[in-house]
């Protein structure tokens, strides 16, 4: 689910990176190290997905035993951590400028406040392979905000019959024409809605926090750093203090910020790095897969045929709405 948090960073402040690459020499690796390390890019593509797949079986599991926001703010807790570990090693400090700092409490409320715990407030009632398939269509929001909010993102008719195609996947998905049977309608809407609010997100970044001349851990860092500071306000107040603490539910909101916030999103800079971020978001189509095959092999979870079909018809409609160039 974390891939639009990252991506979406890292497209937007790209040219920070090559700005600071070019300013700071790096002593030139060995020439096996490298052909090791592009030999080693699909390794890293396949662990990413399968952490982001199977982050929302870990939020089921999770909300077996914790509230929705406590959940949420566990994740961010063990996500920050591991990423200021991260700063601390590389010697990276935290932005500075109480404006750059507001526009990065807008980011970290629509990145990562906001859709975390709309995903696990969604999973008390859908199954998680159902909120695997709603994520999946962020790149479709993204597609149709990018149009009115992004001057230069013209549309072209591919694009635009990809956005097309891909919300007749998503009317498939939820069996439109049986009238919704056997769906939580207000759980499928927070899902939706929390893959709504990445795209926002993502242009609430470009247009505001691109250029700012400080580097992507350290921009991330600041962000999830300051979820974490909202998520510690509003939990107390809507879901108190665990009584008790369940250990599986508790490894498994460990392992969900730990694994799919914090190391997820190193992971994928350095997929951005090394292979582009084209081929590096290609992550997205493999995620409501393993999110579907981890929900119904390892929880039970039920499938009907629309569930498969319509993720089908989402994924070909998000993939033409990545399409660039002239339409056909």
Not at 89 to 94: A, C, I, T
Request: charged share 10%; with cysteine; aromatic share 8%.
């Amino acid at each position: 689910m974390c891939y639009e948090v990252a991506s979406s960073i890292v497209v937007a402040m790209s040219t920070i990176s090559a700005r600071t690459r070019s300013r700071t020499p790096s002593p030139a690796a060995p020439g096996p190290a490298r052909s090791r390390a592009r030999l080693d890019w699909r390794l890293r593509f396949g662990l990413l997905s399968l952490i982001w797949g199977f982050s929302f079986l870990l939020i089921k599991v999770g909300t077996e035993g914790y509230a929705p926001f406590q959940v949420t703010l566990g994740r961010l807790v063990f996500g920050t951590a591991v990423l200021a570990a991260t700063m601390a090693v590389k010697r990276e400090r935290l932005p500075r400028g109480t404006r750059l700092w507001g526009h990065m409490a807008v980011a970290a409320f629509l990145l990562n406040a906001l859709p975390f715990s709309l995903f696990a407030y969604a999973e008390l009632t859908i199954p998680s392979t159902l909120a695997g398939i709603c994520n999946a269509t962020s790149p479709l929001w993204g597609m149709a905000l990018s149009l009115v909010a992004l001057s230069e993102d013209r549309p072209t008719r591919v694009r635009v019959a990809g956005l097309g195609l891909g919300f007749l996947g998503v009317l498939t998905v939820l069996g439109v024409w049986q009238g919704f049977h056997g769906l939580d309608a207000t759980g499928t809407a927070m899902a939706l809605l929390a893959s709504l609010s990445y795209p926002v997100g993502w242009i609430y970044v470009r247009r505001t926090l691109a250029g700012t001349g400080n580097s992507h851990l350290s921009m991330t860092g600041g962000q999830l750093l300051l979820a974490t500071v909202q998520l510690a306000v509003v939990t107390p107040l809507f879901a108190g203090v665990p009584g008790h603490f369940p250990l599986v539910p508790l490894l498994a909101v460990a392992a969900l910020g730990a694994l799919g916030t914090g190391l997820a999103v190193l992971i994928q800079y350095g997929l951005v790095a090394e292979v582009g971020p084209t081929t590096a978001q290609m992550v997205t189509y493999f995620i409501p897969v393993i999110a579907t095959a981890a929900g119904v092999a390892i929880l039970g979870e039920s499938l009907r045929w629309t569930t498969p079909v319509g993720a089908v018809i989402v994924l070909a409609g998000a993939a033409l709405t990545q399409v660039r160039g002239k339409g056909a």
